[in-house]
C-alpha cells in the first residue's frame, strides 16, 4: 500500500504542489473537514477531478488532524493505494432517522465471502449510532471488522455530512467495503473520560432519547450538573458525555454516550447510541491528559489485527 496526506486551508491552499499520482480502482481517497469550510465545494470538485476512479469519501469533523496537530476550519486528506485489495463504496439514504434500515441495506450491497473490514462513516445527527451498528453485525460475518464513526460539527449541533458522489450530503450514510486476502484491519477504542457525581438508573428511555434518570426530568438532572455551562447545551455537552451500565453487564466498561441534542420543553437529551431502560448512568467530564492517554491505547490497539 502506498499512502500520502496532505492539509488545505483558506490562507495558504493545498500543503503539496500538486496531488499524488494515486488514482485507481484501488484508492480510498479520506476528506475529513470543517462542517462549514467555505471552500469544501469547490475542493471537493477538485479531488474528484484528480481522482476519478478512486473511492471519495469523508466527514466533517470536530477538529482535522494532520501530522501531529488538530487544525479548525481545514481539509485533510489521505490517499491510500492498496496493490491488491478490491474496493466497494455504496450508500444508503437515511429515511426519517432510520438507521437500522440504512445499515442493513448497506451490508447486503457489501457481503460476500472474501469481505475483510468494512468503513463506515455516518451523518452525525438523526442516527442512532447503536442501531446503525446492529445492523452491520447482525447482517455480517463475525469475522468482518466493522470501523468507522458518526460526523460532528464542532460545538455548532446544525449541520453534519459525509461525501457521496463527490458531494457533501447529510441524508446518506457511506460505506466502503474491503476484499481479499492481502489486507488487514486493526481497530482500537480508548476513552480517557473520569467518571463523577453519583450512579442514576434510566427509568424512562426510548432508543437513544433519554427522558428519565431516577424519575426526575433528565435533562434537568444534566443541568444541575453542568451549573453555568448548561446555558451552552447542546455544545457544551461535548465536555460531559455519559457512561452506560446495561443491565446484567455492571462488570463490563460503561459505554460512552455523547449528548447529540437537547430538548427543554420535553425536558429530555437525545445521545449517539441507545440508553435502555434500567440502566444505570454517570456522568463524565475530560482531562486533556486522559483523552491523549485513550487515543494512545486506542492507536495501540489498531495495530494489532
Known amino acids: ?58 466527514c466533517s469533523s470536530a477538529g482535522e488532524i ?30 426519517e432517522g432510520d438507521s437500522a434500515g440504512a445499515g442493513a441495506l448497506l451490508a447486503e450491497s457489501l457481503a460476500a465471502e472474501d469481505l475483510k473490514a468494512v468503513l463506515v462513516l455516518s451523518p452525525g445527527l438523526g442516527v442512532n449510532g447503536s442501531l446503525l451498528t446492529q445492523a452491520f453485525n ?49 481497530s482500537g477504542s480508548g476513552a480517557g473520560w473520569d467518571p463523577f457525581g453519583p450512579e442514576r438508573r434510566i427509568t424512562r428511555s426510548e432508543g437513544n432519547v433519554l427522558f428519565e434518570l431516577d424519575g426526575q426530568p433528565a435533562l434537568a438532572v444534566y443541568e444541575r450538573y453542568l451549573g453555568d455551562l448548561a ?20 462488570d463490563a466498561a460503561g459505554l460512552v454516550r455523547t449528548v447529540l441534542a437537547v430538548d427543554r420543553e420535553v425536558g429530555s437529551m437525545t445521545l449517539a447510541g441507545d440508553v435502555p431502560e434500567g440502566s444505570r448512568a454517570q456522568l463524565m467530564r475530560c482531562r486533556v ?8 491505547v486506542a492507536g495501540k490497539m489498531a495495530l494489532t489485527c
Open 289 to 296: 491528559d486522559r483523552l491523549v492517554d485513550g487515543a494512545e
Open 231 to 250: 446555558e451552552g447545551l447542546p455544545g457544551s455537552a461535548l465536555l460531559f458525555p455519559l457512561s452506560v451500565n446495561r443491565p446484567g453487564r455492571e
Open 138 to 186: 447482525q447482517s455480517l460475518s463475525p469475522t468482518v471488522r466493522v470501523v468507522g464513526g458518526l460526523a460532528a460539527d464542532g460545538d455548532r449541533f446544525e449541520k453534519t455530512w459525509v461525501i457521496e458522489g463527490g458531494q457533501a450530503v447529510s441524508d446518506r450514510i457511506t460505506a466502503v467495503g474491503f476484499y481479499g486476502d492481502h489486507v488487514c484491519v486493526g
Open 1 to 58: 500500500m502506498i499512502s500520502h496526506s496532505f492539509q488545505y486551508t483558506t490562507e495558504s491552499g493545498w500543503s503539496c504542489e500538486s496531488f499524488p499520482d494515486l488514482d485507481s480502482p484501488s484508492t480510498v481517497v479520506l476528506v475529513f473537514g470543517a462542517s462549514h469550510h467555505p471552500d469544501l465545494a469547490l475542493q471537493l470538485t477538485g479531488l474528484r477531478e484528480a481522482y476519478p476512479s478512486s473511492v471519495l469519501m469523508g
Open 66 to 95: 494532520w501530522g501531529e496537530d488538530v487544525y479548525d476550519d481545514t481539509l485533510s486528506v489521505a490517499v491510500m493505494r492498496f496493490d491488491h485489495t478490491p474496493l466497494r463504496f455504496v450508500s444508503a439514504p437515511l429515511i
